[in-house]
């Protein structure tokens, strides 16, 4: 029954990943690959439209998985089964917050999560990478990641607010797919 499948991996994704969405990506490139819901290109399709729309990225994810595995029961199953583990844990945290706060096995265990969440926001950043590019784009598409890069580098250190990196970022690709720049435009 793909419904509770779906749940249940979702469910899995979101008790056992601190950090949100991106540090999310690994595992959830790896269980929809490996059930075969969708194919790697289609996956960071998914992401890029995750990112591109409001939310948080694990759930605009789960939900479009979800609803590309099946429909909008699936997109549900999807979409609970990420979020209600959080649900639960912070209900938990809130309850137990003062009495733990000060506690030094609570706060080394927070200090020892936080490289983990770099590390695999890491890992997400290579593997969408190596998949959205390959070494048959060309330069220009390379040259045009690392000028964006730069500009959304120097964005940030000039704190400009990332909705218009993204649609600054979405425009200049609009662009450069119009001019038939980028591949497959």
Known sequence: MIYLELFLIFFKIGAFTFGGGYAML????????SHQWMTMEQLVNFVAVSESTPGPLAVNLSTYVGA???GILGALSATVGVVLPSFLIIVLV????EAFQHNNIVKGC???????????IG????SVGASAFSPSDGMLQWGLAAVLLAL?????????????????SA????????????PGA
């Open 94 to 97: 809130a309850k137990f917050y």
């Open 123 to 126: 890992a997400s950043l290579l």
């Open 110 to 120: 927070m200090n020892g999560l936080r490289p983990t969440v770099v590390g695999m």
């Open 152 to 168: 959304v580098i120097f964005a940030h250190i000039k704190k400009v607010h990332p909705i218009l990196l993204i649609i600054f």
């Open 26 to 33: 690994p595992l959830i490139q790896q269980e929809v690959l």
């Open 68 to 70: 590309e595995t099946g």
């Open 171 to 182: 425009v200049v690709g609009i662009i450069a797919g119009y001019a038939g720049l980028l």
